[in-house]
């Protein structure tokens, strides 16, 4: 035993510790991310899509429906399509998309909000929910001042871990009154988006290194950053030195572990890196 500590202590190689490896990056499959693709005939530069009339490729609306918006009534982010999530009432779309169960996804996309003149100017909200997480967004048009022209257009990201081979991704608006209108409607301007992106999250590997003190006699403690540490061997095959008998950062001291007259200091150090 006292043979094998010392034998790794002198190795001085760096044999990382893989403790949490987290599945592959997968590639995604959301289509019609920026709602180019429908087959609708626009009238005054939109078209309603409900669950009546699910005329937005590989998307399902549901709630009160929403608007594909063409760029003859405002400015798309990309291509010439938006989506308001308001019909006349809150609505909201969906897609399901496979996923890598433990994985986590981020979900990025450009955020606007309705800037109909006829619907008083205000904050409009909506959720992003995937695999039971839900994330709030608010686009204030009073604010941002934005117009048909200049949409004023946002960036926005939230992330879910997928519990399943497949998630459904829905843009759910929340936008429920906007005071008194001239249209007769409660909630016809909601929040607009477009250009959906989903991406797997880098995997985050966390790695124990072995150190053993090499800074001489001490009167104290090692602090865990000083310079006298050095890396030994990630795996000692001492029970002694396993890492899970110690505290990560914390030294620990051995009053003789084979060397003449004294024994010496180690501590497990922790790495965090993505892959
Ligand atoms: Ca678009």
Redesign the pocket.
């Given at each position: 035993m006292k043979k094998m500590i010392l034998g790794l202590a002198a190795a001085a190689v760096i044999a990382p510790l893989a403790l949490a490896a987290a599945p592959a990056q997968a590639a995604t499959a959301l289509t019609n991310a920026?709602?180019?693709d429908a087959a609708v005939t626009f009238t005054n530069g939109y078209s309603v899509v409900d669950a009546t009339n699910q005329t937005l490729t590989d998307w399902t609306a549901g709630g009160a429906g929403v608007d594909i918006v063409d760029d003859t009534l405002w400015a798309?982010?990309?291509?010439?399509?938006?989506i308001d999530l308001n019909a006349y009432n809150p609505g909201s779309i969906s897609q399901t998309i496979d996923t890598v169960p433990g994985q986590t996804y981020n979900v990025s996309f450009a955020m606007s909000g309705n800037p109909d003149a006829n619907v008083p100017a205000g904050a409009k909200t909506m959720d992003v929910t995937a695999a039971g997480t839900t994330s709030p967004f608010t686009y204030n048009t009073a604010d941002e001042q934005n117009t048909t022209t200049d949409m004023k257009w946002k960036d926005q990201t939230s992330s879910f871990a997928a519990t399943d081979t497949s998630t459904t991704l829905t843009f759910t608006s929340t936008t429920t009154t906007e005071g008194s209108s001239p249209m007769g409607v409660s909630a016809a301007a909601g929040p607009v988006i477009?250009?959906v992106v989903v991406t797997a999250a880098p995997n985050v590997v966390k790695t124990k290194v072995w150190h053993t003190w090499t800074g001489g006699p001490v009167t104290s403690i090692p602090d865990k950053s000083a310079a006298g540490w050095h890396p030994t061997s990630g795996d000692p095959q001492s029970k002694l030195h396993k890492s899970e008998n110690h505290q990560v950062g914390v030294p620990y001291y051995v009053p003789n572990n084979g060397n003449k007259g004294g024994g010496s200091w180690f501590l497990w150090l922790e790495s965090t890196t993505s892959a």
């Open positions: 920026s709602f180019e798309a982010h990309g291509g010439h399509r938006s477009d250009d």
